[in-house]
């Protein structure tokens, strides 16, 4: 058998081998099937556009659809490693894991975010015009099956990461305030393909003029910031083409990919806030740090004090502090004390009872003596109303 016979009959043997996982699904025949996977269109993909999902996948390198995304191969920097299916899940999930682990993060669950380049949604579309034009005219097609049955790249991910993640992590996946984001990125095809869209020659002539009036940046196209405009108004404008239009400007189908998507793990939490009362005991103390020509006003700041003990514990990448009103430096604030806030980003660890106890004795037994707190506790949906609440105090 030649090489050219044997390729043959193992997409032959490929197709055939899909249509019998997908037979409770409303799938095309088998030169459908066969033609798609020559096109380059991996298994996974074909089962998303005809309304099933599957585990099933094939071993090339890429996806004329997802990129890769969906297929056994993950890009990093040292390059493109291809896994066999289950460890190449399990890979991203070891790495997800072992980045948590590395930024310290305490967590009792997680979100999962997802960004897949605009490109993604163009050639899905290209592949069911592409489609829609061959297969219009015989009786199995029904243009209205994409529409009604596709799942979306994003969730066919989702499905496959999420239960590995939760394994991997021992918490479960839902609506959390710890956020992972899984970035997948393209910058060859999404700028080619912005190339391509109606009034991109104008949008680049203005780039190239505001370049042109800021030395620091080399290349209209050389930053991410402008890579990540650059897909988002290739979304909008997806949009707003219609069929006819998006066929005449576009390739159909879309070229074969050799290059996968590159992905960029990241975290985020919620901002936790921290909120009690404070007394200030001392004349030479502001609220807030006190800077005037270079020149520090007052011994310390409330906010100083405050904040240098919540985020030696909570390890926030930066905070905030709110309080219900102000006074002067020179003077004290005595009684209830004043109602504050600190609002602490993307911590690391949410603190305990006992640690929020350990913050407030810290302070209250400084030797300095120039703040104390009372009532310091985690605060929610209470925050504002204990804020306002002080400045009608203010205001008596």
Same mark, same amino acid.
Not at 14 to 24: D, F, H, N, P, W
Not at 247 to 256: A, Q
Not at 285 to 299: N, T
């Given at each position: 058998m030649t090489a050219t016979n044997a390729a043959a009959a193992e997409s032959d043997a490929? #197709?055939?081998?899909?249509?019998?996982? #997908? #037979?409770? #699904?409303?799938? !095309?025949? %088998?030169?459908?099937? +066969? +033609?798609?996977?020559?096109?380059?269109?991996?298994? @996974?993909?074909?089962? @998303?556009?005809?309304?099933?999902?599957? +585990?099933a996948c094939s071993y090339e390198s890429c996806c004329s659809i997802c990129f890769g995304i969906l297929l056994p191969t993950c890009h990093q920097d040292e390059g493109v490693v291809p896994f066999d299916d289950i460890s190449r899940i399990d890979i991203i999930t070891s790495m997800v894991s072992q980045a948590i682990q590395r930024e310290g993060y305490q967590i009792d669950g997680f979100s999962l975010e997802i960004s897949l380049p605009a490109v993604v949604a163009a050639n899905e579309r290209a592949i069911r015009l592409y489609m829609k034009e061959k297969y219009g005219s015989e009786n199995w097609f029904k243009d209205e099956m994409?529409?009604?049955q596709t799942m979306s790249a994003k969730e066919g991910l989702r499905l496959l990461i999420a239960p590995s993640l939760e394994k991997q992590l021992g918490v479960k996946h839902g609506n959390n305030s710890f956020r992972i984001r899984l970035t997948y990125t393209h910058d060859d095809a999404s700028l080619k393909l912005k190339s391509l869209l109606p009034n991109d020659s104008n949008r680049k002539r203005k780039a190239e003029s505001r370049e042109g009036n800021d030395t620091r940046r080399n290349s209209t196209y050389d930053d991410k910031q402008t %890579?990540?405009?650059? &897909?988002?108004?290739? +979304?909008?404008? %997806?949009?707003g083409i219609q069929d006819k239009e998006f066929?005449?400007?576009?390739?159909? !189908? !879309?070229?074969?990919v050799s290059k996968p998507c590159h992905l960029v793990i990241s975290f985020l939490r919620s901002p936790i806030y921290i909120g009690g009362r404070y007394l200030k005991l001392s004349r030479n103390?502001?609220?807030?740090?006190?800077?005037? &020509? &270079?020149?520090?006003?007052?011994?310390a700041s409330v906010e100083e004090i405050i904040k240098e003990s919540v985020c030696a514990i909570s390890r926030g990448d930066g905070y905030k502090f709110h309080a219900a009103g102000r006074e002067d430096i020179d003077v004290r604030m005595l009684g209830s004390g004043r109602p504050f806030l600190i609002e602490v980003l993307n911590v690391r660890s949410i603190p305990s009872a006992i640690e929020i106890q350990q913050i407030s004795d810290k302070i209250n037994s400084s030797e300095k003596k120039h703040v104390r707190i009372r009532n310091l506790k985690l605060v929610d949906n209470e925050i504002w109303a204990m804020m306002r609440e002080g400045e009608a105090e203010k205001q008596v």
């Open positions: 490929e #197709a055939r081998s899909i249509l019998e996982r #997908a #037979a409770a #699904a409303s799938f !095309p025949p %088998l030169h459908a099937v +066969h +033609h798609l996977l020559s096109v380059g269109v991996c298994v @996974r993909c074909i089962f @998303r556009m005809f309304g099933a999902f599957s +585990h994409f529409s009604q %890579l990540s405009e650059a &897909d988002s108004f290739i +979304h909008k404008s %997806l949009e066929c005449s400007l576009f390739k159909l !189908p !879309p070229e074969k103390v502001s609220q807030s740090c006190w800077i005037i &020509d &270079d020149e520090r006003m007052g011994e």
